[in-house]
């Protein structure tokens, strides 16, 4: 049987050790770590994901300032917001929670972060230096997934890696650092378009997956021994529950979980090391602005 | 026996084209397309080379114009010449001839290039843009790789491509832009650190090579058929030339274009699409700098 890639107690120990730096931060500099998050409209899920995030960077001692801006505001009005932001002392990062109302383009909005504040590595002069291999802050579920990895002391050097999927969020920045000379990974990307998945990932030593589609892998798609990160999120119907539904990764993992080595959990794998990279981003991003390495 | 990828033939079809349409911008904008290249020091390989591009771009009535900087000029004064090329309204693109002298740092220099004018597209932003998959100016020799392609009608969609080598100036724009929404190829990249390559470059319906190391693959390593382009371009001793040397590419060409159905040779087959392709973005910037798509 499989070792589970416990995301919420990796999140949870990286969070209560952040918790000690961050006093002895404050403490010898004077300076909180602040995060700034953004809502625009109604959006419950978008309200529902900002709340956790606050809970969890007040929880360790952060600053946390939420904006929630009406769904009618202008891309003038937001810039102006996030100008603010920019300069605004408090503030070592600033997060615009997706989705946007239809009016704003999502990346016009977030290259108007300041790059030293971009704590979600989403602005393109950020994704620029991650492309290039150079240090900056990485968007924070493909780090979270490396750091997972690196906690449980599974190299990818010299590996073979498959990431299912290509979006800007996950499968591409995995791919891209893993393929780097940081991670030295073999690297295949696949996604909607290719033909033969299985012939690729039966040759992956470490399949990690963020495709949005229930259990499109199953044990008949790995090898033996093979490491397995699940970053999917599905909600399926379910008559086991109360609410009718259940929440399952992009792959099979009863029948998976049989053929890994390793395996992360869905939901509490993935998930929760993506807020706490937020966190980690936006200590980094602190301790940078104050001249600290 | 296989096809050749002429790359020659190509570029001369390409630019002759494009030198008719030039005539035709000029005529309705009076505007003539401008390049100008700086070069730092007195390496004699990058004289030549720039001389070549200017060959090339005033043959198809382009203005062109070089810069050449002694050995010992400071950031601050290439700062000022790059600035005033910025601001120079008869210059469309700027290129800077690496290698530079130590003291400078290439990035540096390459990203006080104003974007709409980085017609080699190796600036921090261009890079960013091309990472994500929007418009813009991409580097010049996996672009001409592309269109090599595209010009002998083989299609990357849904195939499976290795490109080998990790570089800035190919393999990584090259993998980049193939996994993306325009290609849908399913890419794998192969590097120095990669086991068992012959396992991976075996499943590949096209293989583009960037490795810089003469005759790394040969015949046993492609399925019947495969698509071979080499963008290496090594010196290695010959008894047979007069110079007692011979240019060669990653590819033993003699035995794998027995088992490929399309290759480049080398040299005719990468090498004269990349300043091609340098024209071609030049032009483009032109355009684009006067309102034109």
Request: proline share 5%; net charge neutral; hydrophobic share 40%.
């Amino acid at each position: 049987m499989a070792i589970l890639l416990d995301g919420n107690r990796t999140a949870e120990k990286i969070e209560l050790n952040m918790k000690t730096q961050i006093e002895a931060f404050e403490e010898t500099t004077g300076i909180k770590p602040g995060l700034a998050g953004i809502v625009v409209g109604d959006n419950p899920a978008s309200a529902s994901y900002v709340r956790r995030k606050r809970r969890r960077a007040t929880a360790i001692g952060m600053f946390f300032e939420q904006l929630k801006l009406p769904e009618s505001t202008s891309m003038a009005e937001i810039k102006e917001r996030i100008d603010a932001l920019n300069r605004d002392e408090r503030v070592h990062g600033i997060l615009v929670q997706l989705p946007l109302p239809d009016h704003l383009d999502p990346h016009d909005v977030i290259d108007l972060i300041a790059i030293e504040k971009d704590v979600d590595g989403l602005t393109t002069l950020n994704q620029g230096l991650l492309y290039r291999g150079k240090p900056c802050l990485m968007p924070c579920t493909p780090k979270g997934i490396l750091r997972l990895l690196d906690e449980y002391d599974i190299t990818t050097e010299g590996k073979n890696v498959v990431v299912v999927g290509r979006s800007e969020l996950v499968g591409r920045p995995l791919a891209t650092v893993l393929a780097g000379r940081s991670r030295n990974a073999t690297v295949t990307v696949v996604h909607t378009r290719t033909r033969e998945v299985r012939q690729i990932t039966k040759l992956a030593d470490i399949v990690a997956i963020a495709a949005g589609k229930a259990h499109m892998l199953d044990a008949s798609h790995f090898k033996q021994d093979v490491v397995i990160v699940d970053a999917g999120m599905n909600s399926i119907p379910s008559d086991k529950t109360k609410s009718g539904k259940r929440l399952v990764g992009d792959v099979d993992f009863e029948s998976a979980s049989k053929v890994a080595s390793h395996i992360t959990p869905v939901p509490g794998g993935v998930g929760p090391m993506t807020v706490c990279m937020l966190l980690e981003n936006t200590f980094e991003a602190a301790r940078l602005a104050c001249g600290e390495p």
